[in-house]
Every structure is written in structure tokens, then in C-alpha cells.
């Protein structure tokens, strides 16, 4: 099993332009999620999804759309990139969501920044 | 606002000594408390975690403690070794999230040789 796979790896984007984060798991995981990582603040979620079709905001969403037509992928699109948006963005699965002990897999991660 | 704070922000170790790692939260629905160890490069890992029915769970070298009235749990890291030289985060979410959970800032732990 690859686990989850984020692509690309890096990216630079001038501001304004757009761009997709890909994510897709092959565990068959119902819940997967966007996560932004910035120096000490943690991580931040952006977006969750808890099954195909089903998406919500998470506490960081402004800039960003989310869909997921399949249960595997769950893209995280940026439309108009802003330098707020410089981060790394990692996407991961679970699961059972919050029920027993079901840990996120994530993926290694995408470096964004736009200048 | 930072619903989970970890402290410290960094810490550095010698090879064989104790790292410690505390977090304190507010929102008394959490009910699951995992640590996370992220390596450079890579995502975060779990590492273990607890939840508020015990107060101390052991894995290896690893042992995490949880103060349910003070809303505090820590990690300790026993007999660290270089290899566990990574950033640490603590982390807390509720049953009824969806699996949402609200990350602590990180520690960045440093063993020295």
C-alpha cells in the first residue's frame, strides 16, 4: 500500500495564479482532510471530507475549495494565491473518523509558496 | 487562538537523557489525546496516545501522562537516542468531530550524541 500520496512535492506560484494540491489514499479511508503547517503554529485544518461527495470547512478554509467524487481522491484547489498561502500542506486519512483509536495517515507533504 | 498549547517550543537533549513535552487544553469534550513525531521531509507520524479513562500509557520508551482535572497531559521520552530527534506534537479531538483534531504548536527536540 502506498498510504496517502500528495503531489506535487514543491511549487512556486506568482500571486493570483491557481493551482491544484493533490491527495489521493488507497486504504478505502471514508475521512480525509487538509491540513496547513506554518512555523509554530502547528498544523491548521483547511477542509474535511467524510465520504465521497461530503465536504465541510475546517478552522483555516478562506482561499481554498475542496471537492471529493471518489472515495480515494481529495483535491485541494487554491484559486486566486495569495502570500498568505505560502505553506506546507499535508493531506491525511482515518478510518473512523473520531470513533476508537483510528490514527491520520498522512502524506509527505506539498511546499508551496508564493511570492 | 491555540485550542491545544504545547510548551516547550524547542529543547535539546543529551543520548540517554529524558525529554519531557507538556500540553494543556481547554475544551473538556476532548476525549482522545494522541502525540504525533514529524521527521524534516516527511509527514507526521502517530506515535502514541491516550484517552481519559487511564492516566499514564507506556510504549517502549515512550510514556504519555494525563492530568484530567488539570486539563494537562505530557510525553516523556525516556533513554533518547539521536534517532528521536524529530518535532513532537500533541494533539486533542471529541468523539462527535469527525476526527478533527486540534493540534498543539510543536517541540522540536534535539538528542545530542
Known amino acids: 500500500n502506498a498510504g496517502v500520496t500528495q503531489t506535487p512535492k514543491f511549487r512556486i506560484l506568482k500571486i493570483g495564479q491557481s493551482m491544484t494540491l493533490q491527495c489521493t489514499q488507497d486504504?478505502?479511508?471514508?475521512?480525509m482532510y487538509w491540513y496547513r503547517q506554518d512555523p509554530g503554529m502547528g498544523l491548521k485544518l483547511i477542509y474535511y471530507?467524510?465520504?465521497?461527495?461530503?465536504?465541510d470547512k475546517g478552522e483555516v478554509p478562506n482561499g481554498y475549495n475542496v471537492s471529493r467524487s471518489t472515495t480515494e481522491d481529495f483535491p485541494l484547489r487554491l484559486e486566486l494565491a495569495a502570500p498568505s498561502q505560502t505553506s506546507v500542506y499535508f493531506c491525511?486519512?482515518?478510518?473512523?473518523?473520531?470513533?476508537?483509536?483510528?490514527?491520520?495517515?498522512f502524506g509527505n507533504g506539498t511546499r508551496l509558496t508564493v511570492t | 487562538q491555540q485550542q491545544v498549547k504545547q510548551s516547550p517550543q524547542s529543547l535539546i537533549v543529551q543520548k540517554g537523557g529524558i525529554s519531557i513535552i507538556n500540553c494543556a487544553y481547554e475544551?473538556?469534550?476532548?476525549?482522545?489525546f494522541p502525540w504525533y513525531q514529524q521527521f524534516p521531509g516527511k509527514g507526521p507520524a502517530l506515535l502514541i496516545a491516550?484517552?481519559?479513562?487511564?492516566s499514564e500509557k507506556k510504549e517502549g520508551r515512550f510514556t504519555i501522562s494525563f492530568n484530567k482535572s488539570a486539563k494537562q497531559f505530557s510525553l516523556h521520552i525516556m533513554d533518547s537516542q539521536p534517532g528521536d530527534s524529530a518535532t513532537y506534537f500533541c494533539?486533542?479531538?471529541?468523539?462527535?468531530?469527525?476526527?478533527?483534531?486540534?493540534f498543539g504548536a510543536g517541540t522540536q527536540v534535539v538528542v545530542t550524541p
Open positions: 494533539a486533542a479531538s471529541s468523539t462527535d468531530s469527525w476526527g478533527k483534531l486540534q
Open positions: 475544551n473538556t469534550a476532548f476525549d482522545y
Open positions: 491525511a486519512s482515518n478510518l473512523r473518523g473520531g470513533r476508537g483509536n483510528s490514527p491520520l495517515h
Open positions: 491516550i484517552r481519559p479513562d487511564v
Open positions: 486504504m478505502n479511508h471514508n475521512y
Open positions: 471530507s467524510v465520504g465521497a461527495g461530503i465536504t
